[in-house]
Structure formats: structure tokens, C-alpha cells
């Protein structure tokens, strides 16, 4: 019951391993990665136009931002959603 049981080297190898480490940590779809990214961005040009104080294109970028985090965030439900069906977890 308590033994350990011991695997030759051939089985598994340290870059198996770094392999398995990395696939488990691929984003799901790129979407989402650049959703994030495009929502920072944009959010910096919204605060940078309200610093230098052009209210005007401060309300745009800002509302810019509201759209492309809620388009964000419905690239994240639908990836968690299509995963549900696929039962894949890569």
C-alpha cells in the first residue's frame, strides 16, 4: 500500500515535463489576450486625453473603453462556454 513506485528515466523526461507545465498554461483563444491588451491601451488613451485636458476625446476614448472591455469579457464567456461543450482543457 505505501510503496513508491519508481519510473525509469526513459518514461519521463524533464522536458516532458516543461512541456506539459507550458500547454497547461496556453491561452484558450488569442482573443482574449489582445481583447485585454486593446482595453489597456485604450484606457491610457482616454486618461492621457483627460490629463491634458480634451474633455472631448476623453469621453470618447472612455466610452471606446466600455465596448471593448464588454466585447472583452463576451470573448471569455464564450470561450468558457465552447470549452463546456468540448470537454477539451487545451
Sequence with gaps: ?????NKNESDWT???????LFANKRP???LVPIGCFATAAILASGL????????KHSQYWMRARVVSQMTTVLLMAGTTYGMSFTGSSS
Excluded: H, L, P, Y
Design 1 to 5: 500500500m505505501g510503496e513508491v513506485v
Design 14 to 20: 524533464d522536458s516532458d515535463a516543461t512541456q506539459d
Design 28 to 30: 484558450r483563444s488569442i
Design 48 to 55: 492621457w486625453s483627460f490629463k491634458k485636458g480634451n474633455v
